[in-house]
């Protein structure tokens, strides 16, 4: 099978499995990934390390031979009132979880690469600049890939040991669609982890503060996450290219559950066992050591939510065993003056 006609058997079996979108681009070295990590290094050298990390996700395993790029779309799913403003739609609508459609589309793919004798490895690149490059999406001043559906999205990679056709674009910064003068993602950004156009500091972000990125010992910044408890829309929410995107017209699968597990009360109330079998096989960005972070998070987020029905737990947990939690729970007394 020559390669334009394997291209488009690809593509089409992508759209048939739910994937919304399907690119193809060279397995080379995403060479203005590189370039922005060094412009973040220069600009936020105290967060040097955390860019560091991401180095990797420039280079193509050496066998591949070309990358193919899937998104799929989640404003089709609905958001729980009760989780909106307090767990990230991205998170919410993970499509890596085993019983999500999204999770068989992959699985999907990967069945049908394999069975046409082609082996490739899994997201190991950086996602967004591959769909940029890929032609399937702009990058907004936020930092995240819009399409046609807005940002709201899941992207997919597989590098491929076989040449594909594919399509060659230009550089972000010359495609984006963000107007010049438009900075509301910035401005509303409440811890200034986004200081300027298509530039972030990865550790001031409330996602990343959520998950227990620098073990979240920046107290500046505990009275603005909000009622965030894991992850963060904000920068997404307040864009103008996401209007109307959201159409939440079906549930996801399981949501109902997730709703009723996730509140403060029973977050504050948790041991181990709740930890384990509820909590981290849904949310595991927050590690297996860290069941202490959930609790601080919570702890900021009943402080921000102004509700005096929580002023109990907090005093609770002012005696907690944990030091963290300790030491959150004062400082939560103490701004609370309770």
């Not at 993970?94 to 069975?115: F, T, V």
């Not at 669609?177 to 993602?185: A, E």
Request: proline residues 3%.
């Amino acid at each position: 099978m020559n390669k334009k006609n394997l291209t488009k058997k690809i593509k089409e079996k992508a759209i048939n499995l739910g994937y919304n979108l399907c690119g193809i681009i060279p397995a080379v070295t995403l060479d203005d990934f590189t370039r922005g990590l060094d412009r973040r290094m220069k600009d936020f050298p105290e967060v040097k390390s955390s860019y560091e990390d991401l180095s990797r996700l420039a280079f193509p395993p050496k066998e591949a031979k070309s990358i193919i790029v899937c998104i799929g779309k989640y404003t089709q799913y609905k958001v729980p009132e009760l989780l909106d403003n307090v767990i990230g739609k991205f998170y919410l609508f993970d499509e890596r979880l085993k019983y999500s459609n999204e999770y068989q589309a992959s699985q999907g793919l990967g069945d049908y690469l394999k069975s046409l004798g082609i082996n490739y490895t899994n997201n190991t690149i950086s996602a967004r600049w591959a769909a940029e490059k890929a032609g399937l999406g702009f990058f907004g001043k936020n930092n995240f890939i819009y399409t046609k559906f807005g940002s709201y999205v899941w992207i997919n990679t597989w590098a491929v040991d076989v040449e594909l056709d594919y399509l060659k674009t230009e550089t972000a910064e010359t495609k984006s669609l963000c107007c010049d003068n438009c900075r509301k993602c910035i401005d509303a950004c409440p811890t200034k982890a986004l200081s300027g156009d298509f530039s972030m500091n990865k550790e001031k972000c409330i996602a990343a503060l959520s998950f227990g990125g620098g073990e979240i010992n920046k107290k500046e910044l505990w009275d603005k996450t909000g009622a965030w408890i894991y992850g963060c829309d904000i920068c997404q929410d307040v864009c103008p290219m996401n209007k109307n995107k959201l159409k939440q017209t079906e549930t996801f699968p399981l949501m109902a559950e997730t709703t009723e597990n996730i509140t403060f009360e029973k977050i504050m109330k948790m041991d181990e066992k709740y930890f384990f079998e509820v909590l981290y096989p849904r949310f595991w960005y927050i590690g297996k050591d860290k069941m202490w972070v959930w609790k601080c998070n919570v702890l900021r987020a009943m402080v921000n939510s102004g509700d005096a029905k929580y002023h109990n737990l907090i005093t609770d947990a002012c005696s907690d065993k944990d030091d963290h939690v300790r030491e959150t729970a004062l400082w939560a007394r103490n701004k609370l003056q309770i």
